[in-house]
């Protein structure tokens, strides 16, 4: 379905954006790619680059001339250091980017959207594995409330588009797990919980002070299964479909930093666990039923080749 479309990757210097814009050019389309200061992450014949703030609605309306499909994978995104410091740097930027992009791809005639939303957007409930159905049943969890509304707020943008208006625009709602894998956040202010413990044990820090208690969990994909879900979700012909793309397993940090030093080889490494550091919440489960079902999709890439990748790619990249 993508040969030879004009696919517009918004955020693809960014990990989502890049491994989405990479996949479909294998697929054949003529990707178009937006960033906004990162420099360009790749090349191919048929990617071009464009440097434009999404924020603003004229840049949106010039970038998305001649677009077939529409991929927001935008975003500002931080770990929970900035989460706990500076909430609201998930929301102002984001819903403004992603109203202006919505508002100039529907005057476009732009023919298919694709929107990355979050899992951290789901209620805690029960403590039980979330399905799509759950989203609003009750508020995000306190740490996740600003930018869990955020992505909530883009969701129902989405719907509006698809199904409210008197000419729809078909949209995707993709609700991501943790995506780990290669080009993924490795500084310390915006990493991931599974990027920031693959770096410490690259780094040999000795001894390596894990954050929090070790027992905090969450459902890990890696970023080539993840995409192949999320372009699964695209092709579903429905106005408007929302589905979570995600494993259907939870691992624990200590799982996650154990898998990370066998590896890598760091045997003889020393954990401390430090409970006065930022952490988030105790367990993130997420449903795979629905893109089981519905796209055919499960996730193949176990933890440990999914961080032997992810080490080979790091060091090959930092030298």
Request: with cysteine; net charge neutral.
């Amino acid at each position: 379905m993508f040969k030879g479309r004009i696919c517009l990757v918004a955020g693809a210097s960014g990990f989502l954006g890049g491994a989405i814009a990479q996949r479909l050019l294998g697929e054949g389309a003529i990707v178009r790619g937006v960033r906004r200061t990162k420099p360009p992450t790749f090349t191919h014949p048929e990617m071009t680059w464009e440097q434009a703030d999404l924020r603003d609605p004229a840049a949106c309306a010039r970038v998305m001339e001649s677009v077939d499909f529409l991929f927001i994978c935008a975003a500002n995104t931080a770990g929970a250091k900035m989460i706990r410091e500076t909430p609201m740097a998930h929301v102002t930027p984001n819903v403004v980017m992603n109203t202006h992009l919505l508002e100039a791809a529907y005057a476009a005639g732009v023919k298919k959207v694709l929107f990355l939303s979050s899992g951290a957007a789901y209620p805690t409930l029960d403590g039980a594995p979330l399905s799509e159905d759950d989203m609003f049943k009750d508020d995000p969890p306190d740490v996740y409330f600003h930018a869990g509304w955020m992505k909530r707020y883009a969701e129902v943008l989405c719907r509006t588009y698809a199904e409210k208006l008197a000419r729809s625009m078909p949209c995707v709602v993709v609700r991501p797990s943790n995506v780990y894998g290669p080009d993924d956040k490795f500084d310390w202010d915006r990493s991931h919980v599974t990027a920031a413990q693959i770096r410490r044990v690259i780094e040999r820090q000795a001894p390596i002070t894990v954050w929090g208690t070790g027992e905090d969990a969450r459902d890990l994909i890696f970023v080539d299964d993840f995409v192949t879900g999320a372009l699964a979700a695209f092709a579903v012909d429905q106005p408007f479909f929302c589905v979570n793309i995600c494993a259907g397993r939870t691992y624990t940090v200590r799982n996650i930093i154990e898998t990370a030093l066998a590896a890598d080889g760091y045997a003889d490494a020393k954990l401390v666990f430090d409970s006065s550091k930022p952490s988030t919440i105790a367990k993130r489960a997420f449903s795979p039923k629905l893109a089981q079902d519905r796209l055919g999709f499960n996730a193949t890439i176990s933890l440990a080749d999914g961080i032997r990748r992810t080490i080979a790619w790091y060091r090959a990249a930092h030298k």
